[in-house]
């Protein structure tokens, strides 16, 4: 699905704003989206020095993000677990298409500050490109990746970019750093949203093509792909700019400060460096940004909550529901719903998810009869049904996420809180309830 058909439909069900009035790419665009944040899905039509509308908070809110996919929020994680699921027996090739849109317009000679980007908090580096999904393709296999990463706009042709440990792309560049050669990449922006959910979804394996993941959300209908002009790597068909670049190697550039998923700037500091041979894109385009804290926390949330569900799942038996909680950045903690039928099981479920999604820190388990939307909730299992030391434990130096300032260069302590009942359950943790009434029967 085109971008411009998936807003059509979200302001057809009331989802979107548009701002007429000009803003500024430089904060104003932020400062604005800020106040929406969480809520309808802003679209900015005029932003100053570009002719090109600007997009922000598709995934900030996730009723929004479920009347994408026709269903509601509750459901949406297991309809993306479904997908990967069929994916993991079935794999479906995108397939190359004539003329595809995302080349109405091609320049060989590229300039970037023709694609708005915005400068987003107060203390950024610069404008960014915070949310396209770059494909690239293993050096050594030629099995494609797609992934997200923050890219800064450092010349007309030149970006900044930040490769975590343990992502596809960065195992990718090494292998191609270590022989010498760049790494050929395409940069994609405003792209469907199954495609979104492919490239951030946790849990396909390095040897897999995770486009196949949205073909899975889409009816089984193949992926479609640009051929590039100037790289070996696939644009997207349907996306609304393909920049063709490639990472360059033994290559560092200052890049940074970011304000972070983490709600916490990180730092300037040497990183990789992308240069730029082409940008392609569509004649009238509507570029997708997003304003790091709540859209992030629900992206990566709601794409990796499946992951973690069917990894889990498949090890510890009795598993619910997964939520990652939007107080721990959507990123750093997991609370899991589960009934454990015999002893210790919860502790092994909780080991199982930190495996699942290194960046977590802390994984919280509680059984079926707590509600893992609501902290309020969690926080009375942590403070009612947890008995410290034997239920809480710890893990130091192990792999966590870079991004987390309490961690040392990503290496850090995992913190479990088993907080279910012991088994046989006793009656003493049975939950106080009252007579269900309807408030139709009743004068008042
Ligand atoms: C909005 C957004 C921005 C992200 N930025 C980065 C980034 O700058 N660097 C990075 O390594 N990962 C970033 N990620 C996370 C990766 O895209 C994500 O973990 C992805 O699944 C990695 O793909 P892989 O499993 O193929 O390595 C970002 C994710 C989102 C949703
Ligand atoms: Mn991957």
């Known amino acids: 699905m085109d971008l411009k058909e998936v807003i059509k439909k979200l302001e057809d069900a009331g989802k979107v704003v548009h701002i007429k009035t000009e803003v500024d790419l430089k904060h104003e665009l932020a400062g604005f989206a800020r106040k929406f944040e969480g809520k309808q899905i802003v679209v900015f039509d005029k932003v100053k020095g570009s002719d090109f509308p600007v997009v922000c908070g598709l995934w900030w809110n996730r009723d929004n993000v479920a009347e994408v996919f026709d269903t509601n929020a509750k459901e949406l994680p297991f309809i993306f677990a479904e997908a990967a699921k069929r994916f993991e027996t079935s794999q479906i090739e995108p397939i190359v298409v004539e003329n595809p849109p995302c080349q109405e317009v091609i320049s060989l000679e590229p300039n970037l500050y023709e694609i708005p980007a915005p400068t987003l908090a107060l203390k950024d580096g610069g404008p960014y490109f915070s949310n396209c999904v770059v494909i690239a393709k293993d050096p050594d296999t030629g099995v494609r990746n797609t992934s997200i990463h923050r890219l800064q706009i450092k010349a007309k042709d030149r970006l900044g970019l ?32 199954a495609i979104y959910v492919s490239a951030i979804y946790a ?135 589960i009934d454990p039928t015999r002893k210790g099981m919860a502790k092994n479920a909780i080991l199982s998810t930190f495996a699942a999604f290194p960046p977590l820190n802390m994984v919280v388990a509680v059984n079926s009869d707590v ?15 947890c008995i410290p030391e034997k239920d809480i434990f710890m893990v130091t130096g192990s792999a966590c996420h870079e991004l987390n300032p309490s961690t040392d260069n990503g290496y850090g302590t995992k913190l479990g809180f088993d907080c279910t009942v012991p088994i046989p359950a006793s009656n003493k943790f049975e939950k106080v309830a009252f007579k269900e009434v309807d408030l139709n029967e009743y004068d008042f």
């Open 371 to 385: 509600d893992i939307f609501d902290t309020e909730d969690v926080m009375r299992a942590i403070a009612t049904r």
């Open 203 to 337: 849990g396909t394996p390095i040897t897999m093509d995770e486009l196949g993941v949205a073909s899975e959300l889409r009816n089984k209908e193949p992926i479609k792909l640009s051929k590039s002009k100037t790289v070996n790597v696939e644009g997207i068909a349907e996306a609304q700019v393909v920049i063709e670049a490639e990472i360059l190697p033994e290559v560092r550039e200052p890049e940074g400060p970011f304000g972070e998923v983490s709600g916490y700037y990180a730092q300037e500091d040497n990183r990789w460096v992308v240069r730029v041979k082409a940008i392609t894109r569509r004649k009238d385009p509507l570029i997708h940004t997003l304003l790091p804290g709540k859209e992030v926390w629900n992206s990566v949330g709601l794409c990796s909550e499946p992951g973690i569900f069917n990894t889990v799942s498949k090890q510890v038996g009795g598993l619910k529901n997964v939520h990652l909680n939007h107080g721990t950045c959507g990123f750093y903690g997991a609370f899991i719903q």
């Open 162 to 193: 930040l490769l975590d440990m343990g992502r596809h792309l960065r195992d990718y560049y090494e292998r191609a750093e270590k022989k010498g050669e760049p790494l050929e990449i395409t940069i994609n922006n405003g792209v469907d949203p």
